[in-house]
């Protein structure tokens, strides 16, 4: 922040002064030329042409430094053309201040109109002069007048003019600067208690930021006491999956080394069992962290029709008997990723026809106007009794044994659902009489 400043700081007033410096410049050295041109003037009046051709004043200029030799302020009348001379016999009338020394004259212009111009031809003393071509009354001569001054005052001037806007500006730099920093720190000292607050934090054992701030910083401050209880609610996940994980898996091993110890002569037995047991439980926990990583990757989007029809596919091969009908909206799209968008719609599906009765119907986005994108799985099954229904969902729950199944589908459509925000209800199908799962989950944006 302080080196932008500066060099912003820098550009605005180098090109101030520069436009500064040029502008006053310019009048001082209007001023000055104003002044040569009104001496001028003051000759041209008073000039007059004599009976012999020659050039004189009809009254004193009035100006004493032309009188006084090297007085810095010099004139020169010089002609052309005039009848009965020629230039070179012609001799240019000089102020007593020249001392005999001319002025050269560009003479490089054909108006009436005065030029002003630099001459070095003097050493140390540089000349600004003014020189304007007239044809006098009762003369065929094109009269030259010119008058002279030394730049002395004149550079004085500028150069005093230019060491005021050099140090007022480098006051008013060292002044922004100072403000400039002053700012920044004053600005900034909200992130500073922020971050003795983070620290505090950390050395205390607190869990969020409690310390009242400034109203700059407080969206700050919620983002981060919000990051804080997204990563504790997974880290106590996390705990909570781990020790049931732990507790589910305790029994099988517990069951196997007994029977071990003892030289259970079906050992074979219970090992396959509970071995199947364990697995099932593993799939189970390892589906939720599978979902819990990829939430916390991004966000995330799927379509729905195309993952449905994929899993379709899929069931349909299993369940040759079964007719599948899908409906609704093709453009609906979710805020999950595609892998566990199919994982759930899998198990759905596969459940729906596993206890229907030969027909599953499935309908996308059944209530378009939502702001959830809810998606309908209904069979024509035997259904399930709404007092069951909150149980069903438990890990390993299963209303019926006969078929083949680890228990695990609902509690796993559950649980991911429920990671990225979204709900699964069950009811009874109106249509097919059997069971309706209703799958809530968010709609993606754009």
């Not at 065929?140 to 050099?166: G, H, Y």
């Not at 981060?224 to 504790?232: D, F, P, R, T, V």
């Not at 074979?268 to 593993?282: A, C, G, I, N």
Request: proline share 4%; aromatic share 8%; net charge negative.
């Amino acid at each position: 922040m302080m080196a932008i400043a500066a060099v912003w700081i820098a550009v605005l007033l180098l090109g101030g002064g520069f436009a500064l410096d040029r502008t006053l410049t310019r009048m001082v050295e209007k001023n000055f030329d104003d002044q040569l041109e009104y001496l001028l003037n003051a000759m041209l009046v008073v000039a007059e042409v004599g009976p012999d051709g020659e050039i004189y004043f009809n009254r004193p200029v009035g100006e004493p430094r032309f009188l006084e030799p090297n007085s810095g302020l010099y004139y020169q009348i010089s002609a052309e053309g005039q009848e009965g001379y020629t230039s070179d016999s012609l001799e240019p009338s000089l102020s007593r201040s020249l001392w005999d020394s001319p002025l050269k004259l560009r003479q490089d212009h054909f108006d009436d109109d005065p030029h002003f111009y630099d001459s070095y031809q003097f050493a140390g003393e540089p000349l600004r002069i003014v020189e304007r071509s007239v044809i006098l009354p009762d003369s065929d001569a094109r009269w030259t007048f010119a008058v002279a001054s030394a730049r002395e005052e004149l550079d004085f001037q500028i150069s005093r003019i230019r060491s005021i806007l050099v140090w007022s500006f480098a006051a008013l730099a060292l002044g922004l600067l100072i403000m400039a920093a002053l700012q920044s720190y004053y600005g900034l000292s909200p992130l500073r208690r922020v971050r003795a607050a983070i620290q505090s934090m950390r050395s205390e054992g607190a869990n969020r930021i409690t310390e009242p701030l400034p109203l700059e910083v407080e969206p700050l401050v919620e983002e981060i006491n919000g990051l804080l209880a997204h990563s504790e609610k997974q880290a106590e996940e996390a705990r909570m999956h781990a020790g049931n994980l732990a507790h589910a898996l305790k029994t099988p091993l517990t069951v196997l080394t007994n029977a071990a110890t003892a030289n259970d002569p079906q050992l074979s037995d219970l090992v396959f069992r509970e071995t199947k047991t364990m697995q099932r439980h593993v799939e189970h926990h390892l589906a939720r962290a599978r979902a819990v990583g990829r939430r916390a990757s991004g966000h995330s989007r799927a379509d729905v029709w195309p993952s449905a029809e994929s899993v379709l596919r899929a069931v349909t091969r299993i369940y040759e008997n079964t007719r599948f009908d899908v409906d609704g909206n093709k453009q609906a799209a979710v805020s999950i990723e595609r892998q566990d968008l199919d994982e759930i719609l899998g198990n759905l599906i596969e459940n729906a026809a596993k206890y229907g009765g030969g027909s599953v119907f499935v309908t996308i986005d059944a209530d378009r106007e939502a702001k959830d994108c809810t998606i309908w799985v209904e069979d024509d099954g035997e259904g399930i009794p709404p007092s069951e229904r909150t149980r069903i969902f438990d890990r390993g729950a299963r209303l019926d044994t006969g078929k083949p199944g680890t228990g695990l589908g609902l509690a796993i459509v559950r649980d991911v659902a429920e990671i990225y925000g979204g709900s699964v209800e069950l009811g009874e199908s109106e249509d097919l009489g059997g069971l309706l799962v209703s799958l809530t989950l968010p709609r993606a944006g754009g």
